[in-house]
Structure formats: structure tokens, C-alpha cells
């Protein structure tokens, strides 16, 4: 049984575990930096301890089985606490009806049912089958991602909304959809998207404006976020003004700079090398993702792997193309560094399950 343990414990893809560790301290410095007279950072490592007893139980626990058997269980739960939110039971903040008061803590079903909705759809792609996905699949597929979608969409919280999308079509393009198929979903969307855009509330309308005409946004208005979070960028140079010497987010220009714009911290304290620096440890945290799922023993392992490289990829794209004026703003936290625990503690699941599924390599 020793032997057992120090084997597991030399098999563990260490760059797996300390690049979530680093992305997550780095999270840290510019939290403070922002709110260095809350209890924020504090509770943000209670999260990273949570987030690495629940990667260590999931690593230690054969991801077959919590893919296979427990997934749609994990899955009804979230549902259930999904609807909890929508009751009086749900906490609002910053508009958003999107967290249960648990104790001291507030938890944010959402976060968990990207975790949920990953593992039901790599579940269902791991049944046997041929060829490329069917109109079947396909409708089997959304209808999995469907309940969550519609959920958080009542919960008002659109950026979370669209995460699930992006993770719908991540596992419609690892399951083979056929390339008439991918170009009518796209065609679809864009489609969509104009006809959605004149029911789009007045504040989502100027979000857009801001990217489509920059020149024209108003400074003090709509366009504030955006054009701070730009001077924040641009004002930190190559080697930023230092670790707590910001003045967009410590002096409370940017606001939300601890959440949704904690690149635009780094960037401004610690500069291109700090922003250089970051991409780094997400390249090898997605590198090594990347590597478990090219050596998983099954389709199951595999997919389910893939389906979080998907959902750090988009988050990341996402929330960097906010912070320099490419994207309107969502709402979409930057993964690991963020503030936000329930987040922390999810993403930890999925490297956790990441970690299962390599130790499971060479199981018949």
C-alpha cells in the first residue's frame, strides 16, 4: 500500500498541479492590490485549499465512474441548486441573482454546472458509436446544455450564459460534427445574433457600441469601464508601476478591477513582463491538459479533458479581449486569478479530474 502511494504520488503531473497553484497566488497580489482592506484574498486562499482537497479526492477517485455513474447525479444537483438561486433563497449581486448564501460564504451554482454540463456531454460522447454526429446527437447534446443555459439566463448573468455555448460547440467539434453542420450552426448564430440585437436591453446596446465606435463612446458613461480598463493596460508599459503602486484599480477608477478586470491590474502594476509572465503558466496549464487527453485510455477521459481546455481557452479569450477594448464587457472572469471562489473550487474539480484521468493511463 506505501509503494501504491509513492508510485501515485511520482505519477502526478506536477506542472498540472502548481500551474493552477501560480495562476491563482498571481490572482492574489492583484486582489490586494485592488481591495487590500478586505477580506477578499483571504477567502480566496480558503478557496485554493478547498479547490485542492476536492482535486485530490477527484484525482484519487476513478474518473470513469464520476463520468459514467455520478455525473448525472452531480448533474440533477446543480439543476436543483440552479433553480434555488431563482427563489428567495438566491443572493442578487451586481444585478445578478446568481449565489446562495451558505454560512459566511457565498456559493455560485453556475460555476459548478460548467463542471456538470462537461461531464454529461463527454458521458454521452463516450457511448459507443461511428461516423459523425447525427441531427439526433446533436439535439441530445443542447438538450444537456439546455437547462443551465435557460437558468442562468434567468439569473441575468449573460457572460455565464455564453460560456455554456462556447462549451456546447467545443464538444459538437470533438464529437465530429459534420463541416455542413458546423457552417449552418455558425451561419445559425450570426443569424441569431442580429435578430437578438434589437430585443438587447439599452445598457447591452451601448456595451457593443463601445467596441463597433470607440471614437464615439462617452467617457463617463457607457464607455467608462472599457476606456479605464485601456488606460490601466497601456499605463503599465514593459515593466509595470509595481505591485500595490496602480492607480485604476487601488483609487477605484476601474471598478470590479479585483473580478472581471484583474488583467488590467496586472498589466498595470506589473507591466508586459507580468502580463507575459501570466500567459505563461496558462500555456502550460493547457499544455499539460492537453497532454492527459492525448493519453487517455478512453474517449471518456479524453473528452472530458478537452471540454475544460475548452472552457479555460474561452474564459481567458474572453476576458483579455474585455480588458483591451476587442470585446464588449460580460461579465467573464479571467480562470484561477479572478476573484471568486466558487470558480477556484471548480476549476481545481477539473484539474483533479485531469489528474484521475492520467493515473488511469495504463488500467485496462
Known sequence: MVELKRKTFRDVDWLLVLSPVALTAFGCLGIYSTAPDSDFVTKQIVSLVIGLVIAGVVMCTDYRKIIMTFAPFFYGAVIILLILVLTPLGTEVNGNQAWLRIGGFSLQPSEFAKVATILMLARYLAQSRSGPLSL?????????????????????????????????????????????????????????????????????????????EPEKA???????????????????????????????????????????????????????????????????????????????????????????????????????????????IMGIPLPLMSYGGTAIMAMFAGVGLALSVRLKRFVN
Open 136 to 212: 439526433r446527437d446533436i439535439a441530445l447534446m443542447a438538450a444537456i446544455a439546455l437547462p443551465p443555459i435557460i437558468l442562468i439566463q434567468l439569473e441575468n448573468d449573460t457572460g455565464t450564459m455564453l460560456t455554456f455555448g462556447a462549451i456546447l460547440g467545443a464538444f459538437y467539434f470533438l464529437g465530429g460534427m459534420r463541416k455542413t453542420f458546423l457552417i449552418a450552426g455558425v451561419i445559425a448564430v450570426v443569424v441569431g445574433l442580429i435578430a437578438v440585437y434589437p430585443h438587447l436591453k439599452e445598457y447591452q446596446k451601448e456595451r457593443l457600441m463601445v467596441i463597433w
Open 218 to 328: 462617452d467617457p463617463r458613461g457607457y464607455g467608462y469601464q472599457t476606456i479605464q480598463s485601456m488606460i490601466a493596460v497601456g499605463s503599465g508599459g514593459v515593466m509595470g508601476k509595481g505591485i500595490g503602486e496602480g492607480t485604476q484599480g487601488k483609487l477605484g477608477f476601474l471598478p470590479f478591477a479585483y473580478s472581471d478586470f484583474i488583467a488590467a491590474v496586472i498589466a498595470e502594476e506589473m507591466g508586459f513582463l507580468g502580463i507575459l509572465l501570466m500567459m505563461l503558466l496558462y500555456v502550460v496549464l493547457i499544455w499539460r491538459l492537453i497532454a492527459v487527453a492525448r493519453s487517455a485510455r478512453d474517449r471518456a477521459g479524453a473528452m472530458t479533458v478537452m471540454g475544460f481546455v475548452a472552457l479555460i481557452t474561452f474564459h481567458i479569450a474572453c476576458s483579455l479581449g474585455m480588458v483591451v477594448g476587442l470585446l464588449p
